[in-house]
């Protein structure tokens, strides 16, 4: 994995045991079709106050240097993305070393469950398109609140599934997006371009944890 599972097998705890709470959020239309969402922790919003007023300062700070880690994770794997894209690339902000500079636009932890409209985030595009880009840490399976074993939803789903752009001709004829699936293990750091079409796999057994976070390049 880019992170370490090590790493983050010190953080769990304290997350699954006490400082996850997760906030219910209503959308309007939904989200791939799940109008109130309830099974996500919210560290950082939008300054609207979007999707929720109430993001966990406790949370946040526990993860600051995660979410450090994935800044700079982020604007590496931008910079190497856009770097053919002389538009693109002349358009932003950048550090010191040549790095675009990023911010965290809302950042959110995630538990799924077998449960209905718990289980998946369907195909959708992360903030109505409206994100530069946004990376999925897939987090350790909790062997906290009870046994890996209980936890573990290993051969019962998850991973993520994209749809690339390019297109792809398939056995009838027609063309569409290629669908790439990913199975991801504690560590793994999914970065998304902006306006991907990607989902969260359902799961039909177990938690599975993610930490979410949209970015805006600065320009």
Known sequence: GAISPTYLDYLMPSIVADLFQPQTVTYNGGVANIKQWKISCYLEVMESGIPCTNPHEGLKSH???LLDTCNTL?????RQQHACNDKT????KVDEEGNPIVS???TFI????????ENALLKHVDGAGKVDGSVVVALPIDRWTASEEENSFE???GGLTFWDGRTKRSANGTRGPE?????????????IDRAVWHQANPITRGTRWALVIFYKVER
Do not use: K, N, Q
């Open 63 to 65: 993860c600051c240097e």
């Open 74 to 78: 982020f604007a590496s794997w931008y």
């Open 89 to 92: 690339t002349s358009s932003y």
């Open 104 to 106: 965290r636009l809302m």
């Open 110 to 117: 995630t538990r799924y469950t077998p449960a209905p409209d």
């Open 155 to 157: 051969g019962h789903g």
């Open 179 to 191: 669908e790439i699936v990913y199975d991801t293990r504690s560590g793994d750091i999914a970065f």
